[in-house]
Each structure stands twice: as structure tokens, then as C-alpha cells.
């Protein structure tokens, strides 16, 4: 059983901002001291900066954490970055490959990055305009590996829910990660996919849950779907920020515990790229929020219905 509340690393692999691997090495630890017990990387993250970030900050810790890592692109951390990328670095780039070879091949690049020699669990990482080759070639090659205990459990990660539900209803997957598609301004994952994926015993991950940030800091990092966010969307998040500070809530909190309160949701992942953010995402997941809030931001968040 995963915790409750994890800690995801893409803003550790320099996501909009760089950060040095000293930092977020130093930010994994300090999370560790918080008390997160799960945390969920990939090689598109800095193209294996998070990877390597993540495995020396958890090398000195003593207490039983759980990782997962993703597969779906393989990674030359050597290459030219390409321009206009969302990490900040100048080498580092991708090739999707969701063969079982590239599966293997991604695994033991992660595994040598992380510095172990398992993991929790391997999600097949946006298979979107690859679905066939994720099903036939990508899950059972991680069944394989399942078997062989190079990883404990198998997902999928992306940010729409259509495939996933066909992932939960087609094979024996034990986990499900969804981003960005539960939050305050967009709820388009799919009631399906929780039903199917609670009917079905597997563990739903939300992640994502400020919406690429314009949920923590509506005014400092108003990005929305790895994106500029759009002047309506703004307007929306500072109606839902002014509706928060009447009840004293921080807009962050709710943003949280919005995804927490939900029945089908098993585990909310929270994105840090500081131990201090860490910090603070961790006092959101505990916050107690009054069920008056809910009722005073339904009818901006049923404005969500309105985003694709």
C-alpha cells in the first residue's frame, strides 16, 4: 500500500527553473525529514537529472521509502537539449521507444541513475499515440521484469483517463497515475476511470493537482498544462483564490485536499523543487478544510467542465 502523499521530482529535474543536483539531492532528503515515504520520478525529467537527484538525496536514508520510475522514452543525457524545452539545461533529449527492448534498456538506465536495484513501481509513460505498442511489447515486458523482481509493481502515467480506464479494464495493472485531469479547474478524468479502477482494486495516483503551478502561486507561476495559462484560467484561479481567502484557506490547500477527499483517490502526488516547497505541500495534504468551502467554489469549479 502506497502512503497517502508523495512527492513528485519533475520541478527537480529543472522544470520552467533550474536546479543544481546539490539542491534537489539536499530537497529529497529534507523530504524525507517531512515524513514523505514515496516518490515518483522518470527519465523525461531533466533527461536523468531527477533520476540522479533523487538517488543521492535517498542514499544516507534509513527509513523504507517507496520509488517509482517510469519507462516509454529512452534518454541521451549527451544530446543537444532541444529549444524551447520545459527543462532548463543545455544537453539532454529523448526518443519515444515503448519496444520491450527499450523498456529493459530504460529500466537499467534508471536503476543505474537512482542507484538501486529495484523499484517500487515502473509506470509505461504517456502512451498516448502508442497504445498498441504499449499494450503488446511495453506491459509484458514489465510483467517479465515483475517476475524476475527488478520491480515490484506496474503502471501507467498520463494525462488523459480514456487510455488508462482501457489499461485497467484490458489488463492486470496494479496502479494508475493521472495528471493534471482532477483539479480545481479541470476535472476531465473520466468517472470511468474510477470506477472501473476501484471495481478492479487499482491504486489511483493523482498528481499534478496544482495544475502545473497555477494552483500554488497563481501570481508568481501562473502556468497551466506546462504552459503559459491562458488569461481565462487566471481570471478562474484568482476567483477560486479569492473564494479561499474568505475561509482563511490557502488556495494550494484546497487545490489538495480537493483530490485527497475523493473516494477513488489513493495517493496525491505533490511536486517540490525545494525542501522548504516540500514542506509546505505536506502542511496542505494535513490541512482541514471546512466543508463550507466546497460549496462556495462549486460553481467555479463546475466551470471546469468547460476546459478539454
Request: proline share 4%; glycine share 10%; charged share 20%.
Amino acid at each position: 500500500m502506497l502512503p497517502a502523499v508523495g512527492l513528485g521530482t519533475a520541478p527537480l529535474g529543472g522544470l520552467y527553473a533550474a536546479v543544481s543536483l546539490t539542491d534537489a539531492a539536499a530537497a529529497v532528503a529534507e523530504a524525507v525529514e517531512v515524513g514523505y515515504r514515496y516518490f515518483d520520478t522518470a527519465p523525461l525529467y531533466g533527461y536523468g537529472a531527477a533520476e540522479r537527484a533523487l538517488g543521492r538525496g535517498l542514499q544516507d536514508c534509513d527509513a523504507r521509502v517507496a520509488v517509482s520510475t517510469k519507462v516509454g522514452r529512452l534518454v541521451d543525457e549527451d544530446a543537444p537539449r532541444p529549444e524551447g524545452d520545459m527543462f532548463a539545461g543545455d544537453s539532454g533529449a529523448m526518443t519515444w521507444d515503448f519496444s520491450a527492448d527499450g523498456v529493459r534498456r530504460s529500466l537499467d538506465a534508471s536503476l543505474q541513475r537512482l542507484g538501486r536495484s529495484y523499484v517500487d513501481i515502473v509506470f509505461i509513460h504517456d502512451p498516448d499515440a502508442h497504445a498498441r505498442q504499449a499494450l503488446e511489447e511495453a506491459y509484458p515486458a514489465l510483467e517479465r521484469l515483475r517476475d524476475e523482481g527488478l520491480i515490484g509493481a506496474i503502471g501507467v502515467g498520463m494525462n488523459e483517463s480514456g487510455l488508462l480506464t482501457r489499461f485497467v479494464t484490458d489488463t492486470d495493472i496494479d496502479t494508475v497515475l493521472i495528471a493534471g485531469r482532477y483539479t480545481l479547474l479541470d476535472q476531465s478524468a473520466d468517472q470511468a476511470l474510477f470506477s472501473a479502477a476501484m471495481a478492479r482494486g487499482v491504486h489511483v495516483i493523482a498528481a499534478g493537482v496544482y495544475n502545473s503551478g497555477i494552483l500554488a502561486a497563481v501570481e508568481t507561476n501562473p502556468h497551466f498544462d506546462y504552459a503559459v495559462a491562458p488569461a481565462e484560467i487566471v481570471d478562474r484561479a484568482r476567483r477560486l483564490q479569492a473564494v479561499c481567502n474568505s475561509f482563511g484557506v490557502p488556495l494550494a490547500a484546497a487545490a489538495v485536499q480537493f483530490v485527497v477527499r475523493h473516494p477513488g483517490v489513493g495517493t496525491v502526488l505533490l511536486g517540490a523543487r525545494s525542501g522548504a516547497e516540500a514542506a509546505e505541500n505536506w502542511s496542505h495534504a494535513y490541512t482541514v478544510v471546512p466543508d463550507d468551502l466546497w460549496a462556495a467554489l462549486d460553481g467555479i469549479i463546475n466551470e471546469a467542465d468547460d476546459v478539454d
